[in-house]
């Protein structure tokens, strides 16, 4: 997020207009956990909610790309959620 906010002060005091959108659900967020939490754009509801055609989808975490640093014994759950139309 600090990132993030970064970019949009930078274009600000370039004189630029702010890339910015009013609610910043498309800012990056993360939780850093073990394994860590990691999210960008809205969630299903929110986006449902705003019209979009949305759709999620729940893998097991063992079925990542990422679960390979964790070995296959990982548990739970990793949540993909594609839309369209905002």
Known sequence: ??????????????????AARGDDACAPRVI????Q????GLT???ALD????ARAYDVPSSGTAG???YGSALR???????HLGL
């Open 1 to 18: 997020m600090g990132k993030y906010q970064a970019q949009v002060l930078s274009q600000i005091l370039d004189g630029q207009p702010a």
């Open 32 to 35: 850093f956990t073990d394994p």
């Open 37 to 40: 939490i990691a999210a960008v």
């Open 44 to 46: 299903l509801q929110p």
């Open 50 to 53: 705003r019209g979009a055609d």
């Open 67 to 69: 679960a390979a640093f």
């Open 76 to 82: 739970g759950f990793s949540k993909w959620m594609s």
